[in-house]
């Protein structure tokens, strides 16, 4: 057993590193222990004993978060989530490489599926790759950046940027990387490829500084999002989730109008658009959090979904799509509606 | 409310004196009070410590608004006497729990051996006779950041030196550093009130009208207004029931709270 004894330090990102045993003497552990050297080290056999604590309080932690470092074992993939836009893809995966995110946005999932706020790195990104390599016998898409945002934390083990080398190195490997950071220059040095869609979530500056805590604003987001279209990136805007309240005319119609101001239309890849939705299961615990009108307002739940009702959720899509057809043919425009 | 968990009375005392704590008696327990704090004197060992914090704990039961501070003294190696230590990890045998500690603080940290006897080799970690039974027993009760384990070394591995007096001594320096950490915790893990008493007897009183599941729905829509419109329910327009209410007029009564709340 170590001698763990820290001296005083001021609270920082992760100021507590939590690090299983297994992975100590791995090489991107000892480089983000350099990184954070002002961190405490813990040393722990599992993440799960630290991630998975049962008494844990989401909302606290997101003002503080921690960093776990692991070893990831099997499952590496999970099959697209019904939430999400599969493209038409027959193999339709998305990769758990990080768990938990840098941005805290009151409406993700996230907070109503973990017990903690804390972000876990698991260090075996090759063990990623290889479990994918029985499914790119055809074309597979696989969406790293669901379980997080990889971009905002790509400063920690630049995954994003090793899975986008892999991709590179298997022509049937599709990835798609969502995110809402401005982060663009973190991948600039890579030549854009065909396989890999950039995704950008964007929401009304009004939105963001409600209910998306932590994150780049709007016009930050855009800036990346120009920045990745003159590099010849295929980049897709979700405007997904639509947050419905009673200024939703005031905000939303100008957020199209503002995005084709700053981006030319012809130029994107896709735009999606979608109302708020989720588990019914994961809005119950993040109601306990009890932090945002968004967990409260009186949705309607269909088959274990909570979305808005049917009248509300089609009033958005047609006022979105009639705003963005101002700009771009309906054919490049997806949408996410309840069946 | 701060629930203090210390071993012995020496320990004790200089805090029971600073705050002036009256004595009750809790079951078996000696528990020290005033309005702010609940001490109690647990004894010495895991066994000791579980069962005392599960009575305190059990019987007061703590808020999320509360903290859990158990203070006392441990060996070490390689540290000053007198030193305190906070600590993230507490491990008993082959089992470790880790208090969250997310403040900003001035502290040393450290993690902890909690042990079933007075260790006389030396080991890399400190260690204590409590913390670990405390942890088990208060994490039934609380989050991993409401509880903190403050130590003061007492000895270099050689427990035959610890007297009273030095026990007193040894807390009576520390006793700044307790309020500093009491005040962090405090001060970080603020949570706002959301109803007000008010608000909570209107709730009350319109709920005595409605079914269960129509209280939720209703309970939920006045979360809705209170984060959305940061107003005073009182200013919402909703009115309590005169008469009772049919089932019809109850539903119809239902409906028109929602909307009003969440429109």
Known sequence: MSNNLSKPSRASLFSHLYIEECVKNNLLTKEIIQKFSKSKIIYIKHYKDI???PNQDFSVQSKSKNLILAKREAPFLYKGSFYSDGFEFENFFYTPSILGCLYDCEYCYLSGMYNSANNVLFVNTKDFFNALLPHLDKPTLVAISYDTDTLAIEFLAHTTKQWINYAKQEHNLHLEIRTKSANFK???????????????TLSPQKIIDLYEHKTPSLNARLKAIQEAIDANWQVRVSIDPVIYNEEFLLLYPPLVDKLFTVIQ????????LGSFRMSATHLKRIKKLKRSDIAFYPYEVNNGIVSYNKSIEQYILDIMIKQATKYIKKEKIRTWQLQ | MIYLIIAHYAEAEPIIQKYKLKRIHLFAYTVFTNDDIKLILCKMGIDNALMATSVLLGH???????????????GANKITVGQALLIHKITYKNHSYFPDILFEHSLIETDLITSDTAVESILNSPVDMEAYGIYKAASKFLKAHQMLFLKIVSDNFEPQTITKELAKQLITKNLEKLENIIALAKHTFKKDIIFSVKEKKLIQDISAYLTKAQTDTFLDACYYYKFHRNNSLHVSNIKIPITRLTKQQRSSYVKQ???TLTS
């Open chain 1, 51 to 53: 991630f998975n604590r």
């Open chain 1, 186 to 200: 973190a991948v600039s040095s890579i030549k854009a490829s065909k396989q890999i869609v950039l995704a950008w």
């Open chain 1, 265 to 272: 239309a012809n130029k994107l890849f896709e735009l999606t």
């Open chain 2, 60 to 74: 007061f039961l703590p808020t999320k608004h509360d903290l859990l501070i158990n203070i006392g003294l441990c």
């Open chain 2, 257 to 259: 709270l929602i909307q």
